[in-house]
């Protein structure tokens, strides 16, 4: 079965870190891709960081540059979204996103769903933010 997974969400003070994970099962993370995305309630989602499948360009939302730091693992087949100085602005359901990535856009960094729209999406993880 062909799925991504998210974990690492949880509830934590302001300030404080977490390490979110994209596990990819099924398929090989190597030519995709990556997006992260975030969703808070009554809001639209919003594109967090990306990081493509060669030249290992990223980009980040303004809101989150400086703080998040997007890497992945190839062999480990996941990708992490490492979040710093979180904020209560930053609560909201996470997700991560692949597409195929083919020559010669394979350093393409894009953070809009669409992009992500015939690829593969987790199911989020929750990050709540609060003392």
């Known amino acids: 079965q062909l799925q991504l997974v998210e974990s690492g969400g949880g509830l934590v003070q302001p300030g404080g870190s977490l390490r979110l994970s994209c596990a990819a099962s099924g398929f090989t993370l190597d030519y995709y891709a990556i997006g992260w995305f975030r969703q808070a309630p009554g809001k639209e989602r919003e594109g967090v960081s990306c990081v493509s499948s060669s030249e290992g360009r990223t980009n980040y939302a303004d809101s989150v540059e400086g703080r998040f730091t997007i890497s992945r693992d190839n062999a480990k087949n996941t990708v992490y979204l490492q979040m710093n100085s979180l904020k209560p602005e930053d609560t909201a359901v996470y997700y991560c996103?692949?597409?195929?990535?083919?020559?010669?856009?394979?350093?393409?960094?894009?953070?809009?769903?669409?992009?992500?729209?015939?690829?593969?999406w987790g199911k989020g993880t929750r990050v709540t933010v609060s003392s």
């Open positions: 996103a692949a597409v195929r990535q083919y020559p010669p856009f394979r350093d393409m960094c894009v953070m809009s769903p669409k992009y992500y729209g015939m690829g593969y």
